[in-house]
């Protein structure tokens, strides 16, 4: 039932196109608006226009949707050899019996002295009428392509869309593993050391970990920049509990944060990396953190200084998720500007909302 309905639906909504084009296009035409020429306004676009709309429908639904839709044999095309004719027959027994006079008059002659009223034959009438009727089903068959190109464009960007969506939900997959891998060691070397703060740690990293979970794996999804902001400061307090050291980090938050969403988890890889291979427990040389934001962009910039030890292998994969997950998410809407110097390491990040 569904399907009679949507069908018929269908037809409603493109007969009432179709009347309402060709009632606008025979007005648009007209030179002397007089009862004249208006009743045959009405002719042409209500009783003719319906007839011209079964044909161009009836073309639509059964020979150009199932030839160009479904691929079927273009044989079902040879019915037009049949069809055409035949309609053309149609519209004219339609014409002559009930608008003769107004369609196929073509005024008065002087027949053997008597004033004749002559009429346009079927010959004459024919070949007009057929080149009508094709040009309907040339109509018939550009729509249909028209929409099987817009159901294939709906089908293209819905697997783009898709395909975005597992490739973003990969990357955050590996950044949050990354994140995972590094945190476990910095319990792991409080653990070693013994310290009292191990706890903490633990629980910190309990609540780190808990917003990762939370967060869904839709590519349209966006927190609250609160929400991400917290999330910094938790991990900020889980280094600060690996180094004992508080001075080695400063983050710089603006008391008043606009209402403002952000991609989840996009910022963290920044303050990772400067952990991962700066100096955090030098008082002359911290890490600085430091993000700004209105109604229009976001900024986000983090310094360090370059540790002189060896860089740990496994944290090459974070920046360049990174770029590839800026891309996905914000592309032309961002600007990612990340220099190195030997000694120093400078991120700045700009999202425009």
């Not at 004719?85 to 369609?103: E, G, N, V």
């Not at 910190?204 to 609250?224: C, E, K």
Request: proline residues 4%; charged residues 20%.
């Amino acid at each position: 039932m569904s399907d009679v309905f949507r069908s018929f639906r269908d037809f409603l909504w493109m007969l009432a196109g179709w009347l309402v084009l060709v009632y606008s296009s025979n007005l648009m035409t007209l030179i002397r608006f007089n009862e004249k020429t208006l009743r045959l306004v009405h002719i042409n676009s209500v009783a003719l226009g319906f007839l011209n709309f079964l044909l161009f429908y009836g073309c639509y639904r059964r020979i150009a949707r199932p030839v160009l839709e479904k691929r079927r044999s273009p044989w079902l095309a040879g019915l037009l050899l049949i069809v055409l004719p035949a309609f053309t027959l149609l519209k004219y027994s339609f014409i002559q019996l009930f608008f003769a006079k107004d369609i196929l008059s073509r005024g008065h002659q002087i027949i053997n002295h008597q004033k004749v009223e002559v009429y346009t034959t079927l010959a004459e009438y024919f070949i007009n009428g057929l080149w009508n009727n094709i040009v309907i089903v040339v109509a018939a068959f550009s729509f249909c392509l028209f929409r099987v190109w817009l159901q294939e464009e709906k089908k293209r960007a819905l697997l783009q869309q898709q395909q975005m969506q597992a490739e973003s939900g990969f990357l955050k997959m590996q950044l949050n593993s990354h994140f995972l891998i590094n945190s476990l060691n910095s319990i792991y070397s409080l653990a070693l050391m013994g310290s009292p703060e191990v706890v903490k740690a633990n629980k910190t990293l309990t609540h780190l970990l808990g917003y990762m979970v939370d967060q869904p794996s839709d590519i349209a999804y966006r927190a609250p920049i609160r929400d991400e902001i917290s999330y910094l400061q938790d991990f900020v307090t889980l280094q600060r509990l690996r180094t004992g050291f508080h001075e080695g980090i400063i983050f710089h938050i603006p008391d008043l944060l606009p209402e403002k969403n952000i991609a989840p988890l996009l910022l963290v890889p920044f303050v990772e990396n400067a952990f991962k291979h700066g100096v955090s427990n030098r008082p002359g040389k911290p890490v600085t953190i430091t993000l700004s934001c209105n109604e229009q962009r976001l900024l986000f910039s983090v310094h360090n200084y370059v540790s002189g030890q060896q860089r740990d292998k496994t944290g090459g994969i974070g920046l360049d998720n990174v770029r590839k997950r800026l891309q996905l998410l914000y592309p032309d809407r961002h600007q990612l500007d990340i220099r190195d110097t030997g000694a120093e390491y400078f991120s700045n990040l700009v999202i425009n909302w």
